[in-house]
């Protein structure tokens, strides 16, 4: 009974894996359109998140951009948050994000254009 309860856990583990989708998230913001992609699934630990950032169809690379992922505080379980600077690579904003347990992270991402107008997407990724 229990070899049978270790292989019924096992194949919904590797359902669950094999199931995870790479990020692919889109938004706007005053104007600006924002896409955000990760080129695997989330795991927990390092991950690299890559933003697209375009206006009225052309794409822009000289704004400066920068995210930060959260899990509010919960009974038994201190907030947590993960700060970093995308740096421009082909094209596109990349950061490397750590998320250090699995569940509901939300996440800030603010980019400020050559105005000098600071603009703020808001959203949330699963682990």
């Known amino acids: 009974m229990k070899s049978l309860f270790k292989i019924v856990i096992a194949m919904f583990l590797a359902i669950g894996f094999l ?8 938004g706007e913001k005053n104007g600006y359109e924002v896409k955000l992609t990760s080129e695997k699934s989330l795991i927990v ?9 375009s206006k009225d ?25 993960y700060k970093t600077k995308a740096k421009l690579v082909d094209g596109k ?19 400020k254009t050559k105005d000098g107008k ?6 949330s990724v699963n682990i």
């Open 57 to 81: 169809a052309n794409v822009i690379t000289d704004a400066k951009m920068k995210i930060k992922v959260f899990m509010p505080e919960m009974p038994g379980m201190p907030y947590m948050e």
């Open 93 to 111: 904003y990349k950061m490397m994000v750590n998320f250090s347990m699995g569940g509901t992270w939300q996440y800030h991402l603010k980019f």
């Open 118 to 123: 600071i603009h703020t997407v808001r959203g």
């Open 19 to 26: 199931n995870a989708e790479p990020v692919s998230q889109t």
């Open 45 to 53: 630990g390092d991950n690299d998140l890559f933003v697209e950032l």
